[in-house]
């Protein structure tokens, strides 16, 4: 199997605040996995790149001092969102890459900032 | 510019009518082609996949896809949708390690 899990499945944390969201492989190694954004009704929006024991690759506006990246295991990379504001609010899904081209996706975490 | 595109932002059929939903792309090369479902709050979960050899490909829950290289599109079909089948479709594309999905297509189900 491949299955992807991500911690907590929703948060609700106030302004200015900061909120981590876990992202685990459970069955097998990621050297790599993703984290997208995802607005109602709309598609998901590649965030960053996360790679085991680097830093992470950033998509072009996207502020990585704000939304930081660890991957600090083969199972296991964190974002976590820093000062969070209501505009941060959203759901965000990440994923993890097995073999060359699949990837596998978490089921996703709804974040609310009050 | 690298695009997938999902024409159709809403598609409603009838229970047991048949479906196709359409994803062109815009890549240099043939890029590797998925598509995914996802229910109201929950993640993508992968129906088919294409990398290469016959370009039609079977997937779960009876989906199919067929990759057409000459119109740039892999359309996914079905011949008898389901009501559990209403969910919100994306194709995406991962060009040289780099994957793109499309707007979605939402499906609504008649009973």
């Known amino acids: 199997g491949a299955v992807v899990s991500q911690h907590p499945s929703w948060v609700i944390c106030k302004s200015g605040t900061s909120v981590k969201i876990e992202c685990r492989s459970l069955d097998f190694q990621a050297t790599t996995m993703f984290w997208y954004r995802q607005f109602p009704k709309q598609s998901l929006m590649l965030m960053a790149t996360?790679?085991?024991?680097?830093?992470?690759?950033?998509e072009q506006g996207v502020e990585k001092d704000k939304f930081l990246i660890n991957h600090a295991s083969l199972t296991l990379s964190t974002l976590t969102v820093t000062s969070a504001h209501p505009e941060d609010s959203s759901f965000y899904i990440c994923?993890?890459?097995?073999?060359?081209?699949?990837?596998?996706f978490g089921p996703g975490t709804r974040l609310t900032v009050t | 510019a690298q695009s997938v595109t999902q024409p159709d932002i809403h598609i409603t059929v009838s229970e047991g009518a048949s479906l196709e939903l359409r994803c062109n792309y815009s890549y240099g090369a043939t890029p590797y082609l998925f598509w995914y479902v996802q229910s109201p709050g929950q993640g993508l979960q992968l129906l088919l996949k294409?990398?290469?050899?016959?370009?039609l490909v079977q997937g779960i829950k009876g989906f199919e896809a067929e990759f057409k290289r000459s119109q740039s599109s892999f359309n996914l079909r079905k011949p008898s949708v389901h009501w559990s089948d209403a969910a919100e479709y994306f194709c995406a594309v991962d060009n040289n390690n780099d994957m793109r999905f499309g707007a979605g297509t939402r499906l609504t189900v008649k009973p």
């Open positions: 994923s993890a890459r097995k073999g060359t081209y699949e990837q596998y």
């Open positions: 294409y990398f290469s050899g016959d370009t």
């Open positions: 996360s790679n085991e024991g680097s830093k992470a690759t950033y």
